[in-house]
């Protein structure tokens, strides 16, 4: 696992509003966006979300998070830990991680 | 036509946070809230909006639409024109509609 490939990440300031919105209109993604808001940055692995998906189904998520520039990940040894990007992400869509942070 | 079923509304009040978002993350359903939101309310009969799509697809829209508590729509005679629930919806999702709108 600690050759993998590094992941691809984009800038929330290149993503399209649609991109945004459908990565938050999932609630697996939602359960890990809301799950890493009340993390320390860089704390926790992808495997430590309670989400009830399958590995290859949650690489996925991840990817589709990554795209819509709400996650950054970096690898650890054979850990892939993440944060999320919560300033960068609020700067290019406003309000927008709030309204679904509140709704837990 | 004029015989048809009246249609199924939901409020926004009783829509979650995903189906909102789900409704919105999509081209041509953003087309037409844009269009909603620069038109006079009840102007606009569902033939009227410019999205490449065909009639089943569109009723389709309109349906998510109506389902997320985006739009509410009424027949007149043969027409079936809508307006945009701006105000229920930016009660129930604060900044939301703003943040799409802007970004035209």
Partial sequence: MSHRTAPEHTHPDDVPVETALAA??????LSIVRELSTSEEWSRSCGTFDV??????????????????????RDIGAKRVNRLRREEFEHRFPGLLALVLREE
Same sequence: chains 1, 2.
């Fill in 24 to 29: 938050l209109a999932d609630p697996v993604r």
């Fill in 52 to 73: 009830p998906v399958g590995k290859a189904a949650l690489s996925h998520h991840f990817a589709v998070l990554r795209a819509a520039g709400l996650v950054e990940q």
